[in-house]
């Protein structure tokens, strides 16, 4: 009976803190200051006290657009739309008298970054504010309503100092689809008496859960790249301002207590100056102080790093600017059991309030020395670019991949000049048309450098997220440095894709290379308007050109519509997709001839991909965006709940992404489905279940490690060293296969971020893409995974029944800038029957 009522006490008591969870706006608000009447509360635009309800991103965007037009603190700009239509806002908070100068101060900031020898004594420290960029997050947007309300309402010497001497770039939701989503699902799982049990479903998001953006993507890994409309926004603004700051709102484990920044110091790029991580040391001591204060308790330099400069905390640090990660530990709902007690969802939102006042306290306590840090690092950036030399780098078959990586670099700023004539280094050939260089003796020589170096040897042998990315590997590019400058060509000023010289009207046929990147989208067309067309399986050569594997054949003959109707689509679809298609006379080649059964007929594509629980979201999301954006191609995406259910006639290919999700009798049914005549696709761990189900038998390298001289304490460093969290190797391609048509080197790079290592098939003609005997190009790998990668296959293909089964060992569609590689899944789409 004792341990019974002692149970009932716990449960009791359990139930009374949860449903004592809400709170009014002074549990947030500091009470050194006043505040002003007239300024709008949250509560009295949006209905509910900040932490009451998870904000909607429209709820937010209404009080942000009332709070603007109530105070003369704050500006407001939309700056574009997600994918869902959503607004990208942006409040620029500071003092009025400011606002009335803002332009001025802006380039006389600015100038601190190009040589400008203004004092710094009386120039405002400026700080970006960014919150919630993974939309489960939710405490940092909802820390932004009670920050914006701060800063727009308190009054005093203190808020006057702060905002005379700080420009707030106030970002309220860096994703706000994801946020829309996730607010949604805890809003709708919201009970009267909430109840704090973690299995509860409040706290278990379905799939896809609301951390991403509409296609599925980790918005906080697009700082560099910059794909996505959300990360092309806010980097126009970061390189209009060259903020001093930015910091990055983030939530982890519920069982965690408040990380912030400096991370574990052995992971920090070598590019980043030590000064960055000495001003990140002395930031985090007012955060302390802040923490202390309200009784919350935190940790620093224990996790987390500063390696990856596509992260926002660390995108700042090779601008000359500091960025700074927080990670609350999260309610995912409203209130929820935790190590440390229940965890509330205002208490999270308290906590990232707290850093975002600590982190403009730091600013403006330090802004001389913030200010003259930056114009330290872009001054000792000159220097080193001094030395002069250039990067050209181009694909002379390719302009509109070449044009995909010049619009980056246009982006980051980034000053590249035409080639004034065409030019051959290391056995390259540069094209005119079809190249850039690059002059280092720019401002942003440090970021040219982060974006196109080659490493291998490291300080540590953990990486919180991938340890390389060079650019012109991502997009399989010729590249080299050389240290003359004398083929500069004009800069280029106002970046845009070069157009394509429309065909003749030809009374016999068109043909159209396979290297250019957006010929997928061509032909896709071309099929989906019911025109006949056939691939090329061999190289031959017309008119005086040479035409390589995988080249498209129209036939003007016995098509649908007559030559002159062909004529007027091809054009069309030509300037659509920006790319090259020639109009011939006649059939006869040096080579194959276009009547040569080596001409396979084609047939228009219906694809579908299997999403949902047990799906890796990243890959699938990666795929639907190449598919939609990139090809126009429409892509049928079939949930796993269903697919038992799933008529998979209506598919000529079916697209299994990393995947946990299938069991036996799912074999069957795609046994029976490929030896019909589909074309199955399938990547990563999935070609363990596809060996286990004997759909495509392989086999897969297995090492069992034995841990030698190492300490309990250790343990950890010692698995995660056997990690490949992201590494480029190299591979070496038979071109005449036609999962390679398309690539005109024989080399290919290729991302990597497992350890799935497949052994080559003892026919050579059976590997395609095989790792070369020394792959590693840039990242980093253990020496055992490297010496196990040697020589493996990257690809395996099978024909079954009518049908095939094609298998990629990586992901070849990595975060939508992996553009080098994207090709490999169309050529199994569209030529998977000719393997």
């Known amino acids: ?148 309300y701060y800063l727009a309402a308190a009054q005093g010497s203190k808020i006057d100092a702060l905002l005379n001497n700080t420009v707030i770039l106030f970002d309220p939701s860096f994703n706000p689809d994801g946020l829309q989503r996730f607010a949604y699902w805890a809003n709708i799982h919201k009970a009267k008496n909430i109840n704090p049990d973690p299995n509860d479903r409040e706290y278990d998001e379905i799939w896809p859960g609301g951390r991403t953006n509409h296609y599925w993507f980790d918005m906080n890994r697009d700082w560099l790249p910059v794909q996505l409309p959300e990360s092309r926004a806010r980097i126009e603004t970061f390189h209009n301002w060259y903020p001093n700051i930015l910091t990055d709102h983030h939530e982890m484990g519920t069982n965690a207590s408040f990380f912030f920044q400096p991370g574990i110091p052995s992971r920090t790029h070598p590019l980043t100056p030590k000064k960055n991580q000495e001003l990140t040391g002395d930031i985090a001591k007012f955060h302390a102080r802040a923490f202390d204060k309200i009784g919350s308790f935190y940790y620093t330099e224990e996790s987390f790093d500063d390696f990856y400069y596509g992260k926002g905390s660390t995108f700042p640090d090779i601008n000359g600017s500091i960025g700074i990660l927080f990670e609350q530990a999260s309610s995912r709902g409203h209130a929820q059991e935790s190590d440390n007690g229940i965890l509330t969802f205002p208490f999270t939102i308290r906590n990232q309030f707290t850093a975002a006042l600590s982190t403009l306290e730091a600013a403006s306590s ?144 068109y043909l159209m290379e396979w290297h250019d990147y957006l010929t997928p989208k061509a032909l896709n067309a071309i099929l989906s308007k019911g025109i006949r067309a056939k691939v090329g399986m061999k190289q031959f050569s017309i008119a005086g050109k040479d035409y390589d594997y995988g080249t498209i054949l129209i036939p003007v003959q016995n098509q649908s519509m007559d030559a002159t109707q062909l004529s007027e689509v091809i054009k069309e679809i030509a300037a659509e997709a920006n790319v090259l298609i020639t109009a011939v006379s006649t059939g006869l080649t040096k080579g194959i001839d276009l009547g040569s059964n080596q001409f396979r007929a084609l047939e228009a594509p ?32 079939l949930d796993t709940r269903n697919f038992s259910r799933t008529d998979l006639s209506r598919y000529t290919d079916l697209i299994l992404p990393n995947s946990y999700a299938l069991g036996k009798d799912d074999a069957k049914k795609i046994k029976t489905w490929v030896e019909n005549g589909g ?68 080399m290919l790079p290729v991302f990597r971020n497992s350890t799935l290592f497949l052994e080559a098939d003892p026919d050579s003609y059976n590997n395609p893409i095989q790792y070369t005997d020394a792959p590693l190009l840039s990242g980093y790998i253990s020496k055992p995974n490297l010496k196990d990668l040697a020589g493996t296959s990257a690809f395996k293909e099978k024909g079954l029944g009518n049908g095939n089964i094609i298998y990629f060992t990586d992901n070849h569609n990595f975060r939508a800038f992996w553009y080098g590689t994207n090709k490999l899944l169309m050529n199994a789409i569209f030529f998977g029957s000719e393997m």
């Open 679 to 746: 074309t199955l696709i399938a990547y990563k761990n999935t070609g363990r279940w596809l060996n286990s189900t004997k759909l495509l038998e392989m086999e897969f390298k297995t090492r069992k490690d034995t841990a030698r001289a190492i300490s309990f304490e250790q343990r950890g460093d010692y698995r995660g060293a056997q990690v490949i969290g992201g590494a480029i190797f190299n591979t070496k391609l038979d071109r005449s296969h036609p999962i390679a048509f398309g690539y005109k080197n024989e």
């Open 606 to 637: 219906k694809v579908a991909m299997l999403v949902g629980e047990g799906v890796t979201s990243y890959d699938a999301g990666e795929i639907w965006h190449l598919f939609d954006q990139r090809y126009d191609m429409q892509l049928t995406k």
């Open 1 to 148: 009976m004792r341990n019974f009522s002692f149970l009932f006490f716990i449960i009791f008591s359990i139930t009374i803190q949860a449903q004592e969870y809400t709170v009014d706006l002074d549990y947030y608000l500091p009470n050194d200051v006043s505040y002003n009447p007239t300024i709008p509360t949250p509560k009295s635009v949006l209905g509910h006290e900040v932490g009451e309800w998870h904000v909607t991103h429209d709820k937010l965007v209404h009080y942000m657009t009332t709070l603007a037009e109530s105070s003369d603190r704050i500006t407001l700009e939309n700056r574009g739309s997600t994918f869902e239509g959503r607004p990208l806002l942006l409040l620029t908070i500071t003092a009025p008298k400011n606002h009335s100068n803002l332009e001025q101060i802006r380039q006389e900031h600015v100038g601190l970054t190009e040589g400008n020898s203004a004092s710094t004594q009386n120039m405002p420290v400026v700080v970006y504010q960014g919150f919630s960029i993974h939309g489960n997050e939710p405490s940092g947007a909802n820390a932004g309503l009670v920050a914006a």
């Open 366 to 509: 330090m802004r001389e020395e913030l200010l003259n840090y930056q114009k330290d690092f872009f001054n000792n950036a000159q220097k080193e670019a001094a030395n002069g030399g250039a990067i050209v780098f181009g694909d002379e078959k390719d302009a509109n991949k070449v044009a995909y990586l010049a619009e980056i670099l246009n982006r980051h700023k980034i000053k590249f000049h035409e080639l004034k004539e065409d030019y051959t280094s290391n056995g390259k050939t540069y094209k005119k048309g079809y190249s850039y260089v690059i002059p280092k003796n720019q401002k942003q020589h440090r970021l040219i450098n982060a974006m196109f170096e080659k490493r291998t040897s490291f300080q540590d042998s953990l990486f919180y997220d991938i340890s390389a990315w060079t650019f012109p590997m991502a997009f399989n590019m010729d590249y080299d440095e050389t240290a003359s400058v004398g083929k500069l060509g004009t800069e280029v000023i106002n970046f845009e894709k070069r157009g394509v010289a429309l065909p003749s009207t030809s009374n016999y046929a």
